[in-house]
C-alpha cells in the first residue's frame, strides 16, 4: 500500500518562505519520479513541479520557475518543495505525486498515488 503525507502548510505573508515535505511509504520510493500540483478554489489542479527518481533532473511551472525548488531524498523516502517569495496567487492546496511508470509527466492523470495536500495561504 503506498500512501504520501504532505506537510508544512500555513498562513504567510507575502514575500515568505514555506517548505513542504511529503514522505512516502514504499519500498520503490526511489525509482519513482515525483511531482508537486497544486488546486486553488474553483480552478483546475496545475502542475508545480517534477523530479526525476534520483534528483538529477527538474522541472517547473513558469509561474514558479526561480522561486521554487522542488528537492528530494531517496533514504528518507520524502521529496520536498522549497517555496521562496510567495504570493497570494500562489495560494492553494499542494498535493505530491507518485508516477511509478517513469511518464516525466506534467499532467495529473499520468500520476498513480496522491497524497491528502497541505493548505497554503499567502496573505497580501
Known amino acids: 500500500q503506498v500512501q504520501l503525507v504532505e506537510s508544512g502548510g500555513g498562513l504567510v505573508q507575502a514575500g515568505g518562505s514555506l517548505r513542504l515535505s511529503c514522505a512516502a511509504s514504499?519500498?520503490?520510493?526511489?525509482?519513482?519520479?515525483m511531482g508537486w500540483f497544486r488546486q486553488a478554489p474553483g480552478k483546475e489542479r496545475e502542475f508545480v513541479a517534477w523530479i526525476n527518481w534520483i534528483g538529477g533532473a527538474t522541472s517547473y511551472a513558469d509561474s514558479v520557475k526561480g522561486r521554487f525548488t522542488i528537492s528530494r531524498d531517496n533514504a528518507k523516502n520524502t521529496v520536498y518543495l522549497q517555496m521562496n517569495s510567495l504570493k497570494p496567487e500562489d495560494t492553494a492546496v499542494y498535493y505530491c505525486?507518485?508516477?511509478?511508470?517513469?511518464?516525466?509527466?506534467?499532467?495529473?492523470?499520468?500520476?498513480?498515488?496522491w497524497g491528502q495536500g497541505t493548505q497554503v495561504t499567502v496573505s497580501s
Open positions: 505525486a507518485a508516477d511509478t511508470r517513469g511518464t516525466h509527466s506534467k499532467r495529473a492523470y499520468d500520476y498513480d498515488y
Open positions: 514504499g519500498r520503490t520510493f526511489s525509482s519513482w519520479e
